[in-house]
C-alpha cells in the first residue's frame, strides 16, 4: 500500500512541527521535495531532473538496482543479531581486508560513522592507556558527545575546548600559515603536530590518538601535503599514540586514484586504525572500524564484552558486498579518475576568467571551488558561493557549500557521474557568467551588501 503524498507546502509545515529545527533542510528558505531518485538524478514531486553533486552517500548511486536487490534478496532470507555466525559477516571482511595494508585486518561493524569514530576512539584509550587526542583544526568527526569534544567545527561554537583535546593548524596550502610556495609544506605541517605534542608532554600528559580526515572535508576539501600523514604518525607513535585514518567520506574508491584516500600519501604509509561509513552502504545504515591484532587484543583484553547489536547483521553486509561489487564491475575508480579530472579541467577554465574564483582543487570526484573577494588577500567570499549554490538551483543543479568561512562550493557526487554531467555543471556556472553574476557579486561583497541577481 502507498503512502500519502502530501503536497509540498504541507510536508514543509508537518516538518516545522514534528522534526527539531536544528535538523536543518538543504534549500532551507525554499526546500526541494525529493520523491525519488535514480543514479545521480534527483526528482521532485513535479518530475523535475535535479544533477545530484551533493549526495556522496549513494556512492555507487540512487536505487542501484544490485544494491536493492541484494537487500531485498537477504531481507526474504534472513536478518539477524550479528552475535549469531553467519557468513556474509566474515565474507564482507575479507573483502575489505583485501584493499587495506597487510596489518589492518581486525574489523569491528557499527552502524554510523560518528559510531565508527567513537569506537576509534576508546580503541586508542584502552591500546595507549592514555587520554590526550590531536586533531585538525575545523575537523568534524560525528555528532555524538565524545565527537564533539574532538570535532572543533562543533566544540567551537558550544562548550569549548576539552582539557584533553589539542588543534593542530589544518595543513591546508591555499590559505594555511605553510602555502603552495613553501619548499616543503608536508613537512612544516607534520612539524606543527610535533610542537602540539610537545606541548602535550609538559602539561605531563600523553597522547593517546591523532585524529584526522584523510581529505578534511568540513574543513573545505582538503588536500594533504603529500608526506604529512606519514611524518604525522611517525611522531606521534614516538610518542605512544596512534593514527587514525576517518575515511567516512573520502573510502571506497572516491580519489580514483586509490580505494582510500590516505593512500594518497603513499605505499609506506599505514594508519593503525581506519573508520569508514557513509559510502559503504550506499545510503544504508553500515559503517566499520579496522585495526591492527595488537590494538584489537588490547581491547580484548579488559575483559568487557563488545556487542553491536545491528552491526554487521547479515543485510548491511549482504548490502556491503553489493556495492564492492558495482564498484568493480563498473569500474567506478576509474570513472572517477576520468570524471573528476575532466570537472577539474572544466572548472580551471573558469578559475583564469574570474578572479572571484581563487582556488580549484580536488582529486577523483571529490572537489572544490573556493571563491574570494581578492585573489592576493585571499578574503572568503561567503556571499558569492551561496549565491552560487542558489542560482544552480535553479538551473537544477545541487551543490552545497563546505570549509570554516562557507565559501568553498564543493562536488562529492555518487560515483556513476558522467563527462556530460560535468559538462552540465560548467554550462549551469557559465550561465552565471552570463548574468554577471561573478562580476555582481564581486562589487556587492566588498560593499558588505547581500548579492542579488534577478533570474
Known amino acids: 500500500m502507498a503512502l500519502e503524498m502530501f503536497r509540498k507546502e504541507e510536508t514543509l509545515a508537518m516538518r516545522k512541527k514534528l522534526i527539531g529545527q536544528s535538523c536543518r533542510l538543504f ?10 531518485a535514480r543514479g545521480q538524478y534527483l526528482y521532485d514531486e513535479n518530475g523535475k531532473r535535479y544533477l545530484d553533486c551533493i549526495s556522496n552517500v549513494q556512492h555507487v548511486g540512487h536505487c542501484h538496482p544490485s544494491i536493492t536487490q541484494a537487500a531485498t534478496t537477504q ?13 556474509n559477516i566474515v565474507q564482507y571482511a575479507d573483502r ?9 585486518r581486525v574489523f569491528y561493524f557499527v552502524n554510523s560513522g560518528s559510531e565508527a569514530n567513537d569506537l576509534a576512539l576508546r580503541l586508542a584509550h584502552q591500546y595507549t592507556q592514555h587520554e590526550d587526542v590531536i586533531v585538525l583544526d575545523h575537523a568534524y568527526h560525528g555528532h555524538l558527545t565524545s565527537l564533539i569534544d574532538i570535532s572543533p567545527y562543533k566544540f567551537q561554537k558550544l562548550t ?13 596550502t591555499y590559505r594555511g600559515i605553510f602555502r603552495e610556495d613553501h619548499p616543503n609544506p608536508a613537512q612544516a605541517y607534520a612539524d606543527t603536530v610535533k610542537d602540539v605534542i610537545d606541548k602535550v608532554h609538559q602539561k605531563g600528559r600523553k597522547v593517546s590518538a591523532f585524529f584526522s580526515e584523510s581529505l578534511p572535508s568540513v574543513g573545505g576539501q582538503i588536500l594533504l601535503p603529500k608526506g604529512y600523514s606519514t611524518k604525522v604518525a611517525e611522531y606521534v607513535r614516538s610518542a605512544g599514540g596512534v593514527f587514525v585514518a576517518d575515511e567516512v567520506q573520502t573510502g571506497f574508491g572516491r580519489v580514483g586514484s586509490h580505494f582510500w584516500a590516505f593512500q594518497l600519501q603513499g605505499d609506506d604509509f599505514s594508519p593503525d586504525i581506519v573508520t569508514m561509513g557513509k559510502p559503504m552502504g550506499n545510503g544504508h545504515p553500515l559503517s ?11 581491547f580484548t583484553a579488559n575483559g568487557v564484552e563488545y556487542f553491536n547489536t545491528f552491526g554487521g547483521n547479515p543485510v548491511s553486509c549482504a548490502i556491503g558486498l553489493a556495492v564492492l561489487d558495482v564498484i568493480e564491475k563498473e569500474d567506478l575508480r576509474g570513472n572517477s579518475s576520468r570524471v573528476g579530472g575532466h570537472l577539474l579541467d572544466r572548472l580551471r577554465q573558469l578559475q583564469t576568467k574570474h578572479p572571484i574564483i581563487g582556488d580549484v582543487r580536488g582529486v577523483g570526484l571529490f572537489v572544490g571551488l573556493e571563491m574570494v573577494t581578492d585573489k592576493e588577500q585571499r578574503t572568503p567570499a561567503t556571499d558569492a558561493a551561496a ?20 565559501n568553498i562550493v564543493k562536488f562529492k557526487p555518487p560515483m556513476c557521474f558522467s563527462m556530460e ?23 556587492s561583497i566588498l560593499s558588505n551588501v547581500f548579492c542579488q541577481v534577478s533570474h
Not at 534549500?27 to 525519488?36: F, G, L, T
Not at 531481507?75 to 557468513?87: K, V, W
Not at 569549548?160 to 591546508?172: L, M, N, R, S, T
Open 27 to 36: 534549500y532551507s528558505d525554499d526546500p526541494v521535495k525529493i520523491v525519488r
Open 75 to 87: 531481507m526474504e532470507l534472513l536478518n539477524a543479531n550479528s552475535r549469531f555466525l553467519h557468513d
Open 96 to 104: 575489505l581486508a583485501a584493499t587495506l595494508p597487510d596489518k589492518l
Open 160 to 172: 569549548g575546548q576539552k582539557e584533553w583535546v589539542h588543534v593542530a593548524p589544518i595543513p591546508d
Open 288 to 298: 566499520c572500524v579496522a585495526t591492527t591484532a595488537e590494538i584489537a587484543g588490547a
Open 387 to 406: 549565491q552560487v549554490v542558489r542560482r544552480l538551483k535553479e538551473e537544477y543543479i545541487c551543490v552545497s557549500t563546505d570549509g570554516p568561512w562557507e
Open 421 to 443: 554531467d560535468a559538462d552540465l555543471v560548467f554550462i549551469g556556472i557559465r550561465l552565471l557568467d552570463r548574468e554577471n553574476i561573478y562580476h555582481t557579486c564581486h562589487i
